[in-house]
C-alpha cells in the first residue's frame, strides 16, 4: 500500500474526535471561537512536536504566499463545518464535506496534469455512494447543509493546492504554521465580542481539540504530499468508518444494515483504487514461480 493512502486511512480516523469535540464546544462557543480554539491549540502541539524532535519550523521564502492562500481556504473550509455542526446533526453536516474529494481530485486533474483513469473515476463513485448512504443526508437543503456544502468546496480546493504546491518545508512545517495563521485570520472574528471565560472543562477540551486535529491536519498534509489526489480521494471517506465506529462505542448507536453496505461500498471503492498499486505488490512475487512451472512444461 502506498505510503500516502496509510497516513490517510490514518488521519481519517482521528476525525471523528475532532467533530465530536467541535460540536460539544458550540453549544456554547461561537463557530470563530471554536475555530480559533482548535487552529491556536494544534499550533502549540505542532511547535511541541517539533521542540522534541529538534526540527526547525521553516517555510521557504518561495512558498510563503502558497501557504497563506492555502491557509484562507482552510480556515474558511473549517468555520464553514464548525457553523454547519452548530445547525444540523453532525452526520448531515459530515455529509455535506463528502464533495471535497471529488473536488480535489477534478482540480488536480485540470490544473496539475494528473491522469484520471478508468479505475480511479470507479473508486471515487463507489466510495462516494457509499458515503451518501452512510450519511443518509435525509434533512433536505438546509442552510447548515450549505455551510457543509462549501466547507467541502473548499477543503478539495486546499486538498488540490496542497498537492500541487512545490518545497513547502515539509508537512510538521506546515501544520504549525498554517496552524498558527489561521488562528490569527479568525481571531478579529472570534473574540469581537469578547473572551472567553476559562476553566478546566473548557482548557480540556481545547487541548483534546488541538491534538486531534493537529494529528489528522499533520498526515492528511503528509499524504497529499506522497500521492496523487485521485488515488487519495476513496479514501477520505474513511472518516466515516470511524464515525460509525465511534458513534457504537461512545453513543450506542448501531449502524443499519443500509450503513454496512455504505461500508462495503467504501472500502469497495479504496481497494478498486488501490488495484494497480496491489497487483504490483503481487505481481513480481508470483512471476518466478510461472516462468518454473513454466520451464518444467517445457522440459518435461
Known amino acids: ?124 463513485v463507489l466510495s462516494l455512494v457509499g458515503a451518501v448512504l452512510i450519511a443518509k443526508p435525509a434533512a433536505g437543503i438546509e442552510l447548515g447543509t450549505l455551510f457543509a456544502l462549501a466547507g467541502g468546496v473548499l477543503l478539495g480546493a486546499y486538498l488540490a493546492f496542497t498537492r500541487g504546491s512545490a518545497d513547502t518545508g515539509g508537512a510538521l512545517s506546515t501544520l504549525a504554521v498554517q496552524c498558527f495563521i489561521g488562528a490569527a485570520l479568525v481571531a478579529p472574528m472570534a473574540f469581537f465580542h469578547g473572551v472567553p471565560d476559562l476553566n478546566w472543562p473548557l482548557l480540556a477540551s481545547i487541548a483534546g481539540l488541538g ?30 468508518i470511524a464515525a460509525v465506529v465511534v458513534g457504537y462505542l461512545w453513543f450506542n448507536e448501531v449502524p443499519s444494515f443500509v450503513s454496512l453496505l455504505g461500508l462495503l461500498a467504501i472500502v469497495s471503492g479504496g481497494l478498486v483504487t488501490m488495484a494497480p498499486q496491489l497487483w ?21
Open 1 to 124: 500500500m502506498q505510503s500516502g493512502v496509510l497516513l490517510l486511512v490514518m488521519a481519517m480516523c482521528l476525525t471523528p474526535g475532532v467533530d465530536v469535540l467541535a460540536k460539544q464546544l458550540t453549544a456554547e462557543h461561537s463557530p470563530f471561537q471554536v475555530a480559533f480554539f482548535r487552529y491556536f491549540a494544534g499550533g502549540v502541539v505542532a511547535l511541541c512536536i517539533a521542540r522534541a524532535l529538534g526540527k526547525p519550523i521553516h517555510i521557504p521564502k518561495a512558498a510563503r504566499a502558497g501557504q497563506v492562500f492555502r491557509t484562507g481556504l482552510l480556515v474558511a473550509s473549517m468555520t464553514c463545518l464548525i457553523t454547519a455542526f452548530s445547525m444540523v446533526p453532525m452526520a448531515y453536516a459530515v455529509g455535506g464535506f463528502l464533495i471535497a474529494p471529488i473536488v480535489s481530485t477534478l482540480l488536480c486533474v485540470a490544473f496539475f496534469g494528473e491522469r484520471l483513469t478508468m479505475l480511479r473515476v470507479v473508486g471515487v
Open 211 to 240: 491534538v486531534f486535529s493537529a494529528g489528522a491536519h499533520f498526515l492528511t498534509v503528509a499524504a497529499y504530499e506522497r500521492t496523487d489526489a485521485s488515488v487519495l480521494s476513496p479514501f477520505m471517506y474513511f472518516n466515516l
Open 280 to 300: 504490483a505488490a503481487v505481481a513480481p512475487r508470483k512471476m518466478p514461480q510461472d516462468l518454473a512451472f513454466r520451464h518444467r512444461l517445457a522440459t518435461a
